[in-house]
Each structure stands twice: as structure tokens, then as C-alpha cells.
């Protein structure tokens, strides 16, 4: 059975970093991050392959957020500059036996979600 456990959530000033981390005990190809902001619905924000030579990302992290994996470590990397408040939610890795994909209903595997609050 796939695994994932996500950290290094927390809180934070605007225009600081923080780098989420998601152990997954089976992860062999796609992986996500998606993010629920308070009273929202969940979102898309970054994807990489089993290989992670192919990405993607929502706009609202393009060229803010760096998503990466160690597959030596079995761990999905959610790197944050420049945070702001917008940017408070759970965040949840998810992972699928397939390429990338930003579809939310594509990922059967996810992991219970760590908080990010960013304040001002």
C-alpha cells in the first residue's frame, strides 16, 4: 500500500522560504503537490515525473515554487520562496502509477496535508 507522509509546514512571514518534504514508500513515477486554501476548493500546484526531468506548475508558482524529488531517498520536495498570504493552505502530496498529470482526480494516492500559514 502507497504511504505518503508530508512536512515542514509551519508559519511564516511574508517574502520568507519554506521547503516541504514528502515521504512516499512507493513512488516510482508521477508526483504532485496540491494545495487547499482556507474555504476553498484543493488546487494544482506543481508536478514532476518518476524521473523528474519533466514539470510543471500552476501559474501561481511559476518562478516562486521548485518542485524536486530524491529517489535515492524516496522524498518529493516543495521548495517556497518569496511566500505570500495567498499562499496559506494545506498542502498534500499525491502520487499515481502514470506521467504527470495537474487533474486532482487523477492521483488515487495522497498524503494527510501539512499547513503552511503565511502571515503579514
Known amino acids: 500500500q502507497v504511504r505518503l507522509v508530508e512536512s515542514g509546514g509551519g508559519l511564516v512571514e511574508a517574502g520568507a522560504s519554506l521547503r516541504l518534504s514528502c515521504v512516499c514508500s512507493?513512488?516510482?513515477?508521477?508526483m504532485a503537490w496540491f494545495r487547499q486554501p482556507p474555504g476553498k476548493e484543493r488546487e494544482f500546484v506543481a508536478t514532476?515525473?518518476?524521473?523528474?526531468?519533466?514539470?510543471d506548475y500552476a501559474d501561481s508558482a511559476k518562478g516562486r515554487f521548485t518542485i524536486s524529488r530524491d529517489n535515492a531517498e524516496n522524498t518529493l520536495y516543495l521548495e517556497m520562496n518569496s511566500l505570500k498570504l495567498e499562499d496559506t493552505a494545506i498542502y498534500y502530496c499525491?502520487?499515481?502509477?502514470?506521467?504527470?498529470?495537474?487533474?486532482?482526480?487523477?492521483?488515487?494516492?495522497w498524503g494527510q496535508g501539512t499547513q503552511v500559514t503565511v502571515s503579514s
Open positions: 512507493d513512488c516510482p513515477y508521477a
Open positions: 514532476i515525473s518518476g524521473t523528474g526531468e519533466v514539470t
Open positions: 499525491a502520487t499515481r502509477d502514470g506521467p504527470t498529470t495537474t487533474y486532482e482526480s487523477q492521483y488515487p494516492f
